[in-house]
C-alpha cells in the first residue's frame, strides 16, 4: 500500500477557512439510489465477506462525505455538483462507463422513438426482437441511446456500483480540472491536492466507532491517511481486515485464497477419515435438517416440531410423520417428488403453532388438523421454566427439547443429482460417532480456544436462548456435529501465523455465524433447494426455532471464503483498541456513526464471535484486549449515555484543528433525539452547519425488524470558535430568517425533473436549521446546558430545545407549499388538511415510507395520522382516495368538518355516479358550505390539485422484463376524473 505523492498547485492551507460543498449542497436523491444499490448486492459488497457487523454504511456514502467535506464551492453552485457528480460518476458520462453488458431488446425498444422501432424491431405480441438484418453497430448505438433516455432509477440496473470503476474519464478530469484549478488525474491525487490546501497536508480521516470499518477502509481507498479506533475487539479485528486483507490488493488475496484452500483441504480429509458426511452409497452429505423434540404433556407423546413438514419447494420434497405407539414417538418419511396436493397438506400440517399442536391424541389417534389444541410451551417446560445447561452440556437432559435429524440432504458425486432422505440407522450411527469424537477432543479444544467455553453474560439481547431453551455457555448455540467441523477449521487453522492467520480468525467467526442452532431452513432458498440462515440473518438473536439447519463441508464452502480479489488502497490506514473517549490521534476530518440506546446492542451480539476468536486475537495483537468491554459501551440510553457521548465529542473537537470538519451519522427523526444531539454537540463546543438525509438502510435493515427504506442523518459540524450570547427572544427571529433561507437555497439547487431531494430532506432541513441557529451560540440564558444534558426527565416533558425544533419545522411546513397548490389557498388550511394534500404530493413523488408521513404529521402538528391511510404495509404506506373513504368520519370538528374532507365527499359522490354527473356533488357542497360563492375559487383550486397530482405521478416501477412501467397512481383514476369534472361543474356554476 503505497502513498501517491503529488507536487501542490496551489498554496497550501488556501482553502481553511472556505466553506464546503457538502455544507451548501448535497444529492442526496442519487446518493440514496446508489446506496440502495450497494446494499442490494448483498454479499457482493466490499467488505460483508469479512464477517457480520451491523449497520456498516454504505462506502458510496463514506466517499461522498469525504469528497464533500474537501471540495470547495464557487460562485456557480450548479457547476460545483455538476463537478461533484463526476467525481463520483453519477453524472451521465460517469453512469455509461459503468454500463455492465448489454440492454435487452425489449426494454431498448421501450426507450425509442416509433420510427426506430418500425425500423430495427420486430413485435410478436408484447415481446420486442431485433429485426435479423440489424447490423450489431446499430445495436450498440440504440441501446446507448436507450440508456440515455432511461430515468436514474433505471440505468442504475444496468450499471456497475462506482467503486468499481476507475473514476471519472480524461475527458471529465479536464472539466474538472478547470472548475478547481487543479491538474488531477485521480481520485487520490485530488484528495491530496485539496487537503494540502484546505490543511496544508494529505487530509486524516479518523473513525474513533469504527465498526465494519467502512469509513478507514474507504478514506484509505481515496487516498487518505485513515484512523480507526473501536472499543470493541471484533469490530477492531474487522476493520484491520478491511485495510489490509481487503485493501492488500491482489497478491495478498491471491495468496490468503491459498491458505484458506490448504486449511479447506486438511479438514476435509479429516471429515473423510472420520466417514462421518458420506453414505453407504457414497453420496456425501451436504445438509442436516434438525427439529426439536418435546415432550407434550397433554398427550404424553414427544412431538417433533416444525411450523411446516415441507423440506424443499422445487424437488417438492416433504416429511410425513409415522406415530409409534410403543415409544410414542414418531418415525420420518421423506416425499421427494411429491404431488402439488401432498405439498399442500404438508405445509399446514406443522406441529408448531406458538405452541406444541400434536397430531395425534393420548392413544395415538390422527386428530384432524382444525380440532388440535396447542399446548403452551410453558407447560412442558413447567413451573421452573427452562432448565439451565451445564457447561459443557451438549444436548438438553431434561428430555423437554432435545434435537433429532429428520431430513438429510446428499449429492450423488457420480451423477450431480441431489437426494433428500429420512436418517437411517447408519445415519443415527454416524451421529453418535460425531458425539463421540467430539467428546474425546472437547477439553482440549476448549483449552485452546478452537471451541467456545465463555459463559453467557446476561445482557438485554442475548438472554432469550437462555431463558427459552437453558443455554449457558455460547457452546450451546452448536450441536455436536457443528462444533466438531467449526473447531476442525480451528484447530487447523492454528498453526498460522500473522495476516494468514487474521484472516483464517475472521473466517471462523463466519463459519459460527453460517453454522449454529440459529441457522433457520427456509425451503425456497438456493433455487428451491431449500438453504439455511446465518444466525445473525437479522438484526438481533433469536430465540431459537422449531428446527435449524447443520452444515457440512460442502454446504460451508461458501461461508468459508472472504470473498475478495484484492483492492490496492491509495493512502493508508492503522487500526487502534480503544475507548472513544480516549482516542489521542489528531485528525482533520471526524467521520463517526456512533451506536444509539435502541439500536443494536454491538457489544452483546460480539461475544457470540468473541467466544470463538478471544485465544487467537490475544497471540496476534498483544497489545488487545479481548472482552467486549460492555459496560463501557456507547450504547446505552438517558444520562449515560449524554454523558459518554460529551466525553467522547469533546475529545474529538479537542484534537481536530481549527479548521477541520466532523460528520456525525445517525439514523433519528425524532425532536427529542435531536434536542439530545444538539446538547451533546453544543457542550461539546461545536456547531453544525448542514444536515443531509440517506436512505443507507434496506430491506430488514431496521433495527426493529420492520421491511422499509431508512435514511441516515449526516450531521456536518465545525469548531465554535467565537463566544455569543443571548436568549430565546434573540434565536426565535434568526430561527425565522434562518429555516426560510434553507427552504430556498435547496429550491432554488433542485431541478424539477431531476430532483437532489426528497420531500423529507426538506423537512429534516428545518431540523437543521434550528441545530446550526442554537450551535451559534455559546449560552442562552434559559438553557442550561449541563442540567439539560444530565437530569432524569419524564416521558412526556419536552426540553426548550425540542420546543425549539418543533417550532422550526412548523415554520418550515409552512414553507413548503405542494406544487401545484397556490400559496394563498395552503394557507387557510388546517394542520390535518395540510397534512393529506402534502401527503398526496409526497405519494405522487413515488414516497411510501411511513416514515416520511409521520414526519410530515409532527411537523405539521397532527397527533395521529393513521385514520387517512389506505395502507400502512412496509413501503407501501399511501392515502385513502376519496372513494376509500366514502362517506365515513364525515362532519363535526377536525379534519371530518374540514373543507377539504367536504371535497373528497363530493368528489366521492361524483366517482359513484352512473354517468360520473358531478351536479350532485355541487349540490351537495351548495348545501353544506354557507359561504360556498365566497370559497368557490378555493374549491375549484383544490379539486384542480387532486384532479392533476396522482397525473403527474411518478412510475412507481418497472416490470422485471422491463416490458413496461407500471401506472403510477392508478388507484386514484376515477377519483381523478371525479375531481377534474367536479371541478368545471363549480367553475361553470351561476347564481
Not at 457487523?53 to 466517499?63: D, I, Q
Not at 431434561?398 to 451423477?415: M, N, S
Not at 431496521?702 to 465545525?718: H, I, P, Y
Request: aromatic fraction near 10%; include cysteine.
Amino acid at each position: 500500500m503505497t502513498t501517491q505523492e503529488v507536487v501542490p498547485t496551489a498554496v497550501p492551507q488556501a482553502l481553511s477557512s472556505a466553506p464546503t460543498f457538502i455544507e451548501t449542497q448535497f444529492p442526496v436523491s442519487k446518493l440514496s439510489k446508489e446506496s440502495y444499490k450497494e446494499r442490494k448486492a448483498g454479499s457482493g459488497q466490499t467488505l460483508t465477506g469479512l464477517g457480520k457487523w451491523w449497520g456498516r454504511k454504505p462506502l458510496v456514502v463514506v466517499r461522498a462525505a469525504i469528497l464533500g467535506m474537501l471540495l470547495p464551492t464557487s460562485q456557480d453552485p450548479q457547476r460545483d455538483r455538476e463537478v461533484f457528480l463526476s467525481l463520483m460518476t453519477m453524472d451521465d458520462e460517469g453512469l455509461e462507463s459503468r454500463l455492465r453488458g448489454a440492454i435487452s431488446p425489449s426494454v431498448t425498444f421501450r426507450h425509442c422513438t416509433p420510427s426506430e422501432r418500425g425500423e430495427y424491431f420486430d413485435l410478436d405480441g408484447k415481446t420486442a426482437t431485433w429485426k435479423k438484418a440489424v447490423a450489431k453497430a446499430d445495436r450498440v448505438h440504440l441501446q446507448a441511446l436507450a440508456f440515455r433516455r432511461m430515468s436514474y432509477d433505471e440505468k442504475l440496473k444496468y450499471c456497475k456500483r462506482p467503486e468499481e470503476v476507475t473514476g471519472p474519464s480524461k475527458t471529465a478530469w479536464s472539466r474538472i480540472n478547470a472548475h478547481l484549478g487543479t491538474s488531477c488525474e485521480s481520485i487520490p491525487q485530488l484528495i491530496h491536492e485539496l487537503g494540502r490546501r484546505r490543511f496544508g497536508e494529505i487530509p486524516k480521516v479518523s473513525d474513533p466507532f469504527c465498526g465494519g470499518g467502512s469509513i478507514p477502509f474507504e478514506a484509505a481507498r481515496m487516498g487518505c491517511v485513515a484512523y480507526g479506533s473501536d472499543l470493541n475487539p471484533t469490530a477492531a479485528l474487522l476493520t484491520y481486515g478491511a485495510l489490509n486483507i481487503v485493501g492488500g490488493g491482489a497478491e495478498v488475496a491471491s495468496h490468503l485464497k491459498d491458505v484458506r484452500n490448504e486449511v479447506r483441504d486438511a479438514v476435509q480429509a479429516k471429515i473423510d477419515a472420520w466417514g462421518i458426511e458420506r453414505n453407504e452409497d457414497g453420496w456425501v452429505a451436504e445438509a442436516y435438517l434438525y427439529c426439536t423434540e418435546v415432550l407434550d404433556p397433554s398427550t404424553g407423546w414427544t412431538v417433533p416440531l416444525a411450523t411446516s413438514w415441507v423440506a424443499a419447494e422445487r424437488p417438492r420434497v416433504f416429511v410425513r410423520l409415522i406415530p409409534n405407539s410403543a415409544t410414542r414417538r414418531f418415525a420420518f418419511e421423506v416425499v421427494q417428488d411429491a404431488t402439488s396436493e401432498e405439498l399442500e397438506v404438508a405445509r399446514l400440517e406443522g406441529t408448531w403453532r406458538n405452541g406444541i399442536a400434536s397430531p395425534v391424541d393420548s392413544h395415538g389417534n390422527w386428530i384432524p388438523r382444525e380440532l388440535r389444541a396447542v399446548t403452551p410451551l410453558s407447560e412442558a417446560r413447567g413451573k421452573g421454566g427452562a432448565q439451565r445447561w451445564e457447561p459443557r452440556q451438549l444436548d438438553s437432559r431434561d428430555g423437554v427439547f432435545r434435537d433429532r435429524i429428520y431430513c438429510i440432504r446428499w449429492l450423488d458425486p457420480a451423477t450431480g443429482e441431489r437426494h433428500y432422505r429420512a436418517p437411517t440407522e447408519e445415519d443415527e450411527e454416524r451421529e453418535r460417532q460425531v458425539l463421540d469424537l467430539l467428546e474425546a477432543r472437547l477439553d482440549e479444544w476448549q483449552s485452546k480456544g478452537f471451541v467456545p467455553s465463555a459463559s453467557i453474560e446476561p445482557g438485554q439481547a442475548n438472554m432469550r436462548p437462555t431463558n427459552a431453551r437453558g443455554w449457558t455457555s455460547w457452546m450451546h448455540y452448536f450441536n455436536p456435529r457443528q462444533l466438531l467441523l467449526n473447531g476442525a477449521f480451528a484447530e487447523t487453522a492454528a498453526r498460522f501465523t500473522g495476516l494468514d492467520a487474521v484472516a483464517l480468525v475472521l473466517l471462523i467467526n463466519r463459519l459460527a455465524d453460517w453454522n449454529s442452532r440459529l441457522c433457520i431452513w427456509l425451503t425456497p432458498k438456493s433455487g428451491g433447494l431449500g438453504g439455511g440462515n446465518n444466525t445473525f440473518y437479522g438484526p438481533s438473536i433469536n430465540t431459537p426455532g422449531a428446527g435449524y439447519v447443520a452444515r457440512t463441508m460442502l454446504s460451508l464452502e461458501s461461508a468459508f471464503d472472504l470473498g475478495t480479489s484484492g483492492i490496492d488502497l491509495a493512502g493508508h490506514g492503522t487500526v487502534d483498541l480503544r475507548d472513544a473517549r480516549t482516542v489521542v490521534e489528531p485528525a482533520h476530518l471526524w467521520l463517526t456513526d456512533p451506536g444509539y440506546g435502541d439500536t443494536v446492542p454491538y457489544a452483546e451480539f460480539s461475544e457470540f464471535f468473541l467466544a470463538w476468536s478471544q485465544s487467537r486475537i490475544k497471540e496476534l495483537f498483544p497489545d488487545w484486549y479481548t472482552d467486549s468491554k460492555r459496560a463501557l459501551s456507547v450504547e446505552v440510553a438517558g444520562d449515560q449515555f449524554r454523558r459518554a457521548m460529551v466525553e467522547c465529542y469533546r475529545n474529538f473537537a479537542r484534537l481536530m484543528p481549527d479548521e477541520g470538519l466532523q460528520l456525525v451519522m445517525f439514523t433519528h427523526q425524532d425532536a427529542e433525539v435531536w434536542s439530545d444531539l444538539a446538547l451533546i454537540l453544543w457542550a461539546s463546543g461545536l456547531r453544525v452547519t448542514a444536515a443531509w438525509t440517506v436512505a443507507t438502510e434496506t430491506s430488514t435493515g431496521s433495527v426493529k425488524g420492520d421491511n422499509f427504506v431508512q435514511g441516515t442523518v449526516l450531521l456536518v459540524l465545525r469548531k465554535r470558535l467565537t463566544e455569543k450570547q443571548g436568549d430565546m427572544a434573540d434565536i426565535y427571529p434568526d430561527l425565522q430568517e434562518e429555516v426560510q433561507r434553507q427552504m430556498q437555497s435547496m429550491l432554488d439547487l433542485d431541478p424539477k425533473d431531476d430532483p437532489n431531494f426528497s420531500d423529507s430532506d426538506y423537512q429534516l432541513a428545518a431540523y437543521a436549521a434550528a441545530l446550526r441557529v442554537l450551535t451559534e451560540y455559546s449560552s442562552i440564558d434559559e438553557i442550561d446546558v449541563e442540567r439539560e444534558l444530565f437530569r432524569e426527565r419524564s416521558k412526556r416533558e419536552r426540553s426548550p430545545l425540542t420546543r425549539l425544533i418543533e417550532r422550526a419545522v412548523k415554520i418550515a411546513s409552512d414553507y413548503l407549499v405542494p406544487d401545484g397548490l397556490e400559496r394563498a389557498v395552503w394557507k387557510k388550511l388546517s394542520a390535518e388538511e395540510r397534512l393529506y394534500m402534502k401527503g398526496l404530493e409526497i405519494e405522487s413523488h413515488g414516497e411510501y415510507r411511513d416514515g416520511v408521513y409521520q414526519e410530515f404529521a409532527r411537523g405539521f402538528g397532527v397527533g395521529e395520522y393513521r385514520w387517512m391511510l389506505g395502507s400502512t404495509t412496509a413501503n407501501r404506506t399511501r392515502l385513502k382516495t376519496p372513494s376509500e373513504f366514502k362517506g365515513r368520519d364525515l362532519g363535526g370538528k377536525g379534519f371530518a368538518g374540514s373543507l377539504v374532507r367536504q371535497l373528497l365527499y363530493a368528489i366521492w359522490i361524483t366517482a359513484t355516479h352512473s354517468e360520473l354527473d358531478p351536479r350532485p356533488a355541487r349540490a351537495y357542497l351548495k348545501q353544506e358550505l354557507p359561504e360556498y360563492w365566497d370559497q368557490r375559487s378555493t374549491l375549484m383550486e383544490l379539486l384542480r390539485y387532486v384532479a392533476e397530482k396522482p397525473r403527474t405521478a411518478e412510475p412507481s416501477r418497472v416490470d422485471d422484463q422491463g416490458a413496461g412501467e407500471l401506472a403510477p397512481m392508478a388507484h386514484w383514476a376515477k377519483d381523478c376524473e371525479a375531481a377534474r369534472l367536479l371541478a368545471g361543474s363549480i367553475e361553470n356554476d351561476s347564481v
